[in-house]
């Protein structure tokens, strides 16, 4: 005989998964005030990291933003982290609820798709440059960190599925054929799914490296010390809730390549 407890459980649990298969209903209409806060998550991060980079940063060491070494290769380094986190964790992420979030045509939701991955692959590259000029300016040494490795890892496979993904679905019949696409189009998903693990590991491991540099350098007198902290760790949190939105999204959907009219 079940308990109290285990009714009560079982009934908020049923009523919780009814909710989200509402939510994520792909037949149903998108919900406008859901879609708008999913948005919202998606853009947490980016913002976390500009108030961490711009703000308690530049208070707790000078270090905010410039395009030139000459005044601190610190601030060209900030533009790394905000323009990786932009790319990788908001809009990739818009990019792949394109389709599912978005009230708009199939083919129409194909072009914001590439339009956001191509902003993701420019910020992305933005930011590639601005670690290097820090490298270069700092005499410091390349790939001598986890993060690095995964980091450059991650770059190469985002820009070999964006290229893969825009000649295979973007460019006319018949080449690539429609059975190609067909053929390709779970690849590309399942593929974008893994390299939304990888960004989102890339960023949260390059956010616990500066929390590691601040931690041997920094001063915990501060009284900023402990607010860079805590805006770190949302971050890092705000980065890894992003990317579960995203796979909720995909993981264990169906769904199929469907043709341009």
């Known amino acids: 005989r079940k308990s109290t407890t285990q009714r009560s459980f079982q009934a908020i649990k049923k009523t919780t998964m009814g909710v989200l298969d509402r939510l994520l209903d792909e037949k149903a209409p998108p919900n406008v005030v859901v879609t708008a ?7 947490l991060p980016t913002v976390l990291i500009g108030v961490l980079c711009g703000t308690l940063l530049e ?29 990788y964790s908001t809009m990739f992420g818009c990019a792949a609820l394109s389709f599912k979030r978005l009230p708009i045509s199939h083919n129409a939701a194909k072009y914001v798709h590439f339009g956001c991955q191509s902003v993701a692959v420019l910020c992305s590259i933005l930011a590639i440059v601005a670690v290097h000029q820090f490298k270069i300016a700092s005499a410091n040494a390349e790939l001598y960190i986890m993060h690095a490795w995964v980091g450059y890892v991650t770059f190469i496979l985002f820009l070999l599925q964006y290229l893969l993904g825009a000649m295979s679905f973007l460019i006319p019949p018949p080449y690539p054929s429609v059975a190609w696409r067909r053929a390709f189009h779970p690849v590309h998903v399942a593929l974008g799914c893994l390299l939304l693990v990888f960004t989102t590991t890339s960023i949260v491991s390059g956010i616990v490296d500066r929390m590691w540099i601040w931690e041997l ?22 980065t890894m ?8 999204h995909h993981v264990g959907k169906k769904g199929g390549y469907q043709k341009m009219h």
Do not use: K, R
């Open 217 to 238: 350098y920094g001063d915990p007198e501060q009284s900023v010390f402990a607010a860079a902290y805590m805006v770190s760790a949302a971050a890092g949190l705000a």
């Open 37 to 43: 806060i999913i948005f919202l998550v998606l853009i």
């Open 241 to 248: 809730v992003a990317c579960l939105t995203v796979l909720s």
């Open 59 to 87: 208070t707790l060491s000078g270090w905010s933003f410039s395009v030139a070494t000459t005044e601190s290769q610190w601030q060209v380094f900030n533009w790394h982290p905000l323009l990786m986190t932009f790319a």
